[in-house]
């Protein structure tokens, strides 16, 4: 049974933390943490990614491109309030001011410059929430960069789960070229606990690769996901949330559910 390492712990350090590069253990996406104190600046941007900014706490103003005047936030945490973010497509730059001490995840994907249109900035009154699941892997899912953010691949959301469930469950993938079944898609998860000093589970297998692995996850990990079903638990007493990004070659949702576990949709509710 081949193993990977697919687990990430970034250092809560001041500044941009990258987690990973497009192209060194992913290849269609980057992510990174970025922490700002009050008053600080930090000028994004690239020519060959597009960027997805999601607030994870606090709030940001941004400089450029016709943006002056407009904030992210105030987000006190994943937990209380919906996100803010903003979409940077390649070969733009902004600045970014935190008026209060921040915490972001900077999301990226290569592009090509000159397709699409220019910034986005995404309200939480533009965040689409859905309640997804039965008891016992019942979560609250968060559209944030999607189908009407003009993208070239990034798709971007959040999910909720509550103490003892489930969430990407029955277990899915999305890593063959299937027509009407499975569109190719890598995905990162960034994750946050609540009470921080509990944990969840992120199981990772592919039968057909021979992998299979398994993660304790405490607040602030990161895991990556090139292939394979990828469930999540939350231990009970716990919260657990976590901003999952997605990117390939064809920007599309279309996954498959593991046939063994597919069953689980049709339970009788108690």
Known sequence: ??????????????????????????????????????????????????????????????????????????????????????????????????????????????AARGKGAGAVVVTPQDVRVQHRGRPGFEREVHDIIDERVPAQRLLVGETFNGPGQWSSYPPHKHDEAIPDVEIPLEEVYYFRVEPPQGFGVQVVYSPARGVEACYRIVDGDVTLLPFGYHPVAAAPGYRVYYLWALAGEERALCFHDDPAHAWVHEMPVS
Request: proline share 10%; net charge neutral.
């Open 1 to 110: 049974m081949q193993r990977l390492d697919l687990h990430r712990r970034p250092p809560q350090t001041p500044g941009f933390v990258p987690v990973v590069r497009a192209g060194e253990g992913l290849r269609h996406l980057s992510f990174g943490l970025l922490r700002l104190g009050a008053a600080e600046r930090h000028r994004v941007g690239s020519d060959g990614e597009e960027l997805a900014l999601v607030l994870i706490e606090g709030r940001v103003r941004l400089h450029g491109h016709g943006l002056e005047g407009r904030e992210l936030g105030p987000r006190p945490s994943v937990f209380e309030g919906r996100a803010g973010a903003l979409y940077l497509p390649p070969g733009e730059q902004v600045e970014l001011e935190a008026p209060e001490p921040c915490h972001l995840a900077v999301i990226g994907s290569p």
